[in-house]
Each structure stands twice: as structure tokens, then as C-alpha cells.
């Protein structure tokens, strides 16, 4: 009986070792796959999720996160635009430019959405500080880009100064009373995704001021209510401060 046991933990230890060696080889082979992803077709990443999908270990969340992502449209031209936007200071809302240049918007601004949450979830899962914070920036960024496109279907999200323009229009028109409808939909979620950068990143240190300010004041305003926390968010973003009792935004 002592035998068969040992046998029995002997041939457990080895099928372990097998998977494990099994994991690494497809998680070097989506990293490869990625590696190679040209910026000019980034939904080409998701050839390389086939790889990664059975997996839950870190490394392959990931792997999964920035898969994910690159598919949706964030490569590095995005990435450059959205700091020089963010550092534009004769921009008044340059911090909900920043976050709507980094909208994923790949096939389409809805789909890009759609994206952001999948992409989330992952690399929120990673534990991760910077793979959280560009994430839920990301996932803010495409809820307002899919906003601002139900407004004007002819925005040009490669050209970052339209889109400066367009985030000044969208945050002027979701602050006006009553608030129109396309602006309501999937705030909660996105307060969700503020709140969670709030308890996060944004509490550390070394955190971006400028994009974390806005975001740590929403949630403040908020009294601890996340459901509240996108429509502070809207309001904090157009440079105006949000009125908890009425759910509005303060004149």
C-alpha cells in the first residue's frame, strides 16, 4: 500500500511538472505572438489568446490584460499621444483627454468598450499596480470615447487634438441638467472602476497626480457610494465639483 501511494505522489509530481512545462511553453509562445504584433494591425493579438485562456496563473493574466488590450488598440503611438495630451496645460481638461486618447477603439469605439471590461477583469487579477491603473483608466477612457462617438460618429480617435475638442464637448453636455441619456449608461461601472483606482494606485505615493486628483475627488465627494462615483467623476472632469445630495453637479 506504502508503494502504490508513493507511485501513485511519484506520477502526481511528474504530471505536475509536465503541466507546468506545458504552461510555460504556451505562455512563451503568446508572449512571442504579441512580441510580434504590428501597430498598425493590433487586433492581430488575438491570435495569441488561444494560448493563454486555459491558464489562471499571473503570468498568464497577464498575458491575458495586455493581449487583450493591444487587440483593443493600445499600442505605443496611443500611449505617447495620451502623455503629451495629459502634460498640455493650456488644455483645461487634459486629464479626461489623456484617458479618452487611451480608449481602446478597435474594431469600433463600442466594441473597444466591450474590450476594456474583458481586459479589466484580467488585469485587475494580476495584482499589478500599473497594469491596474492603466486598465482602469483604459476602461474609463473607452466609456467615454463610446460616449462621445453616440454624439458625433465622425470622431478621428488618431488625431488627439479632435479628440481634445470632442472630450470638451462631451464633458460640457454630460453637465448640463438633466444629464442626457447618453451619457448615463454604464457610469456605475465605471464609479466602480474609479473606486477601485482610488483604493489603489491613486492611494500610493508615487501616483499620477494629475489623473488621480480628479479621480480620488469623486470618490470623496461620493460618501462612499461607487454607484455615485461615475457621476462625481463627469463632474470633477469638467471642472466642476459634484453635489452628493442631489446627484449633480454643483454650478
Not at 1 to 24: A, H, N, P, W, Y
Not at 216 to 231: E, I, Q, R, W, Y
Request: hydrophobic share 40%; proline share 3%.
Amino acid at each position: 500500500m506504502k508503494r502504490t501511494s508513493i507511485f501513485l505522489l511519484l506520477g502526481l509530481c511528474l504530471t505536475l511538472v509536465s503541466c507546468k512545462q506545458d504552461e510555460m511553453n504556451d505562455l512563451a509562445k503568446a508572449q512571442k505572438c504579441l512580441d510580434e504584433v504590428p501597430q498598425a494591425n493590433p487586433e492581430a493579438a488575438n491570435a495569441c489568446l488561444p494560448y493563454v485562456l486555459k491558464y489562471d496563473s499571473q503570468q498568464a493574466d497577464i498575458l491575458k490584460c495586455s493581449i487583450y488590450m493591444t487587440s483593443g488598440g493600445l499600442v505605443e503611438t496611443k500611449m505617447v499621444a495620451a502623455y503629451k495630451a495629459v502634460e498640455d496645460k493650456a488644455n483645461n481638461n487634459r486629464e479626461a483627454a489623456f484617458m479618452s486618447i487611451l480608449a481602446l477603439n478597435k474594431p469600433n469605439v463600442n466594441s473597444g468598450y466591450d474590450t476594456a471590461v474583458i481586459a479589466d477583469t484580467y488585469c485587475q487579477k494580476t495584482g499589478v499596480p500599473g497594469l491596474q491603473y492603466i486598465s482602469g483608466i483604459v476602461k474609463i477612457g473607452s466609456f467615454m470615447a463610446k460616449t462621445i462617438a453616440s454624439f458625433n460618429s465622425t470622431i478621428d480617435f488618431n488625431d488627439t487634438a479632435a479628440v481634445t475638442v470632442a472630450v470638451n464637448d462631451l464633458v460640457t453636455k454630460c453637465n448640463t441638467d438633466p444629464r442626457p441619456t447618453e451619457c448615463a449608461g454604464d457610469l456605475a461601472a465605471i464609479g466602480e472602476s474609479a473606486a477601485v483606482l482610488s483604493e489603489g494606485y491613486c492611494s500610493a505615493d508615487n501616483a499620477d497626480s494629475e489623473v488621480c486628483e480628479n479621480i480620488n475627488a469623486a470618490v470623496d465627494a461620493s460618501n462612499g457610494d461607487n454607484s455615485k462615483v461615475g457621476d462625481a467623476l463627469m463632474c470633477f472632469l469638467g471642472n466642476k465639483t459634484y453635489n452628493a445630495t442631489t446627484g449633480k453637479c454643483n454650478p
